[in-house]
């Protein structure tokens, strides 16, 4: 079955960009009529969708983080990622990659990877 | 401030059973389907319920959802001490052209 693994730095210093690749494994990412999203999750707090793309690389982003965030495909890698610039510690969290099968149905997802900010 | 309106906390001692609500708008949970996902201590989201009231395979039969108007609801019946956990709802918005996220309900097993 398909499965996701997020990787990256874990540390990322104040004003620069947050990079996270997620790889897809078990099935290949161009495959059926998914979009691959990013999901982010502080300590302690809930959920916030970040943004999603669809292997023709339409891509939608939350509209509070839009000005920041791109999300880019490489199907010959099987694989998808994020950059988030200009970060602050507001950005430090978990994030999470995973396969959407339809709006905001997420499944699976990967294992998840803390990100700092921090000088 | 989520868009998608949950308790904070639940709780229910074993057998019982408990919902979990989750109030939106016309643009989120009026015009699409709406998602439940249950993380663990320490685990990523796991899906529990998609498209209002289906369950995926693996997912028990204690666990059901469903919608009416506006808002959805989490139903878990036969409680168990393994259900311990927060409980999200999730659903695309028009308006913001994006998915929205309830806060969250921690469920307690007492």
């Known amino acids: 079955q398909v499965q996701l693994q997020e990787s990256g730095p874990g540390l990322v210093k104040p004003s620069q960009t947050l990079s996270l690749t997620c790889t897809v494994s078990?099935?290949?990412?161009?495959?059926?009529?998914?979009?691959w999203s990013w999901i982010r999750q502080p300590a302690g707090k809930g959920l916030e969708w970040i943004g999603r793309?669809?292997?023709?690389?339409?891509?939608n982003y939350n509209p509070s983080l839009k000005s920041r965030v791109t999300i880019s495909v490489d199907t010959s890698k099987n694989q998808f990622s994020l950059k988030l610039s200009s970060v602050t510690a507001a950005d430090t969290a978990v994030y999470y990659c995973?396969?959407?099968?339809?709006?905001?149905?997420?499944?699976?997802w990967g294992q998840g990877t803390l990100v700092t900010v921090s000088s | 401030q989520s868009v998608l309106t949950q308790p904070p906390s639940a709780s229910g001692t074993p057998g019982q059973r408990v919902t979990i609500s989750c109030s939106g708008s016309?643009?989120?949970?009026?015009?699409?389907?709406v998602c439940w996902y249950q993380q663990l201590p320490g685990t990523a989201p796991k899906l529990l319920i998609y498209?209002?009231?289906q369950r995926p395979s693996g997912v028990p039969d204690r666990f059901s959802g469903s919608k009416s108007g506006t808002s959805a609801s989490l139903a878990i019946s036969g409680l168990r001490s393994e259900d311990e956990a927060d409980y999200y709802c999730?659903?695309?918005?028009?308006?913001?052209?994006?998915?929205?996220f309830g806060g969250g309900t921690k469920l307690t097993v007492l």
């Open positions: 016309s643009s989120n949970i009026g015009s699409n389907y």
């Open positions: 999730a659903a695309w918005d028009d308006s913001l052209s994006g998915v929205v």
């Open positions: 498209m209002n009231n």
């Open positions: 995973a396969r959407v099968a339809s709006t905001a149905w997420f499944d699976p």
């Open positions: 078990g099935g290949s990412i161009s495959s059926g009529s998914y979009y």
């Open positions: 793309i669809y292997t023709s690389g339409s891509t």
